[in-house]
DNA sequence: TTGGGG
């Protein structure tokens, strides 16, 4: 048992440098535990009381052991902190915890009655005089509104670019180990990233087809557990992060991420959580988090709301045609033969209930196999099409076939192969007139376009697993 | 010892 005296709020400790103190305070914010960068582990809290709000107050926390570190599991848990030591950088005062004479213990916050830490540091006992302290400093909590505060690095995932560093407002919906050691969030806001141009070449698509996903692909239950309209951002970690589950158990918690980064991979965005990376729990009423929730109800309950974003609700700068209601939502490039079925997304294709079914999506084609038009048909038999397209919106990718019939009318027939050509390159977003080698391979910006699409199977005894789409009832007239 | 936001 530790025994430095009693517990002290943080405005008092503050002037006790270099002495042992017991602090009792709100967890608003931590860095996640990872190795640091001498022998041990290390994460560090940002605590609040009643006493000091602002700005936050830092506990480092080392252990020789990732599991002896404090995993907070919610916005507002309370930590008792006994024999800490206050020291000072940079005129900043915070506590250092050590490993041999400190120790902890993390407690439910706000409504919650129990007294019992749901984890505490061995040595850790807990004594009647805390008890008072922590029901005093839950309640004064139940009342204080801490926000996540703006700043000029918060970005949303409508707003975010390649490289730089920005902090994230979003909810956590899944943290999972993708391969062995590397550890992913899957991160929504409601909001749709930017359209992406491709630089990959046209034939790579043979050997080295694009990705749908980032991850090899998630169970359709957990998918079925996602939000269908809306960015779901791929977060990956740093190396340092190890067993990243340990923390976020409660799915659907919202929280800032803070000094994140983002690449583009595959034509795919990708977040990554860097070591000087922070998280920031945020409970439900936060102002951002509540305004993140409106702006999404809005755009879910008009029309256009399952349109990608950008297309929504002016003209879009891509097709340059302009639209307020979806039945008068036309795409350059694309008729299709159900004007009045509502679009969705294809993460709604992907989660339907049933195996067959129909749907109408905007897409941009981001990939086609063959590549050469000449090859679009059998060689032999029937010469039939048969091609398979890259589809993504800003919920997924998928591929979908477009086959026979469904390309006889999605072609206009069997045009010359330099007009079958020129429809390929307008359908990817290619260079108008290709002179060279060099106008092939340029950068692509896809089009959105509106296509039908139906799925069903290939293999009646496991009609799941053998799922395919198909474009059908939709013409390219561009 | 290690961290310490930009």
Redesign the pocket.
């Known amino acids: 048992m530790n025994t430095c005296g009693n517990l002290i709020q943080l405005r008092d400790a503050i002037d006790l440098q270099n002495h042992k103190v017991n602090l009792l305070g709100v967890v608003v914010g931590f ?1 996640v535990p990872r ?6 582990y ?1 994460s ?1 809290l ?1 605590i609040i009381d009643e006493s000091h709000q602002s700005p ?1 107050f ?1 506990v ?1 926390i ?1 252990a020789e052991n990732l599991d002896d570190l404090p995993h907070v599991k919610s916005a507002g848990d309370l930590v008792q902190l006994s024999c800490v030591m206050m ?4 005129g ?1 005062v ?1 506590a ?1 915890f ?2 041999f004479s400190s120790s902890f213990a993390l407690f439910e916050g706000k409504s919650c009655k129990d007294l019992c830490p749901y984890q505490a540091s061995s040595g850790y006992c807990i004594r009647g005089l805390d008890e008072g302290f922590i029901i005093r400093l839950r309640t004064w909590h139940l009342n204080f509104q801490l926000d996540a505060g703006t ?1 000029a ?2 970005l949303s995932l409508k707003e975010i670019k390649a490289g730089g ?3 994230l407002i979003c909810k956590v919906l899944l943290v999972c180990e993708v391969s062995k050691d590397v550890w992913m969030l899957f991160v929504w806001d409601g909001t749709d990233t930017q359209p992406l141009d491709f630089q990959m070449k046209l034939e790579d698509e043979a050997h080295n087809p694009l990705p749908l996903q980032i991850e090899s692909s998630l169970p359709r239950d957990i998918l079925g557990t996602f939000p269908c309209v809306g960015t779901i951002l791929r977060v990956i970690a740093d190396q340092a992060y190890e067993k990243l589950g340990l923390h976020f158990q409660g799915s659907g918690q919202w929280v800032r991420l ?3 980064t983002c690449q583009v991979c595959s034509g795919l965005w990708r977040g990554v959580l860097v ?2 990376s ?1 998280i ?1 729990l945020l409970s439900n009423e936060d102002n951002i988090v509540a305004e993140r929730q409106r702006e999404f109800n809005k755009r879910i309950s008009t029309k256009c709301g399952r349109v990608p974003l950008v297309n929504f609700p002016c003209p879009s700068p891509i097709t340059g045609i302009s639209f307020s209601v979806v039945s008068e939502i036309a795409f350059q490039s694309t008729l299709t033969d159900y004007e009045h079925v509502p679009f969705v997304t294809l993460m709604d294709l992907l989660t339907y209930s049933e195996v067959t079914a129909k749907f109408k999506c905007v897409v941009r084609v981001v990939a086609v196999y063959p590549w050469r038009a000449e090859d679009f048909r059998s060689p032999i038999g029937l010469r039939e099409y048969r091609i398979r397209l890259t589809l993504e919106d800003p919920t997924a990718r998928i591929h979908a076939f477009v086959y026979a019939e469904d390309g006889v009318k999605f072609f206009e027939g069997y045009p010359p192969i330099d007009v079958l050509t020129s429809k390929r390159n307008k359908l990817l977003g290619m260079t108008e007139n290709l002179n060279s080698k060099e106008d092939e391979d340029a950068p692509r910006n896809p089009p959105w376009v509106e296509c039908c699409i139906k799925s069903y199977y290939l293999d009646k005894s496991s009609r799941w697993e053998s799922r395919h789409y198909r474009i059908f009832g939709t013409r390219h007239v561009a």
């Open positions: 860095s190795k640091s960068k001498g022998t041990d290390v560090v940002k936050d830092s480092n080392f020291k000072v950088h940079n900043e915070y250092v050590n490993k700043s690095y918060l560093y920005f902090d803070r000094n994140i070591p000087s922070k920031q």
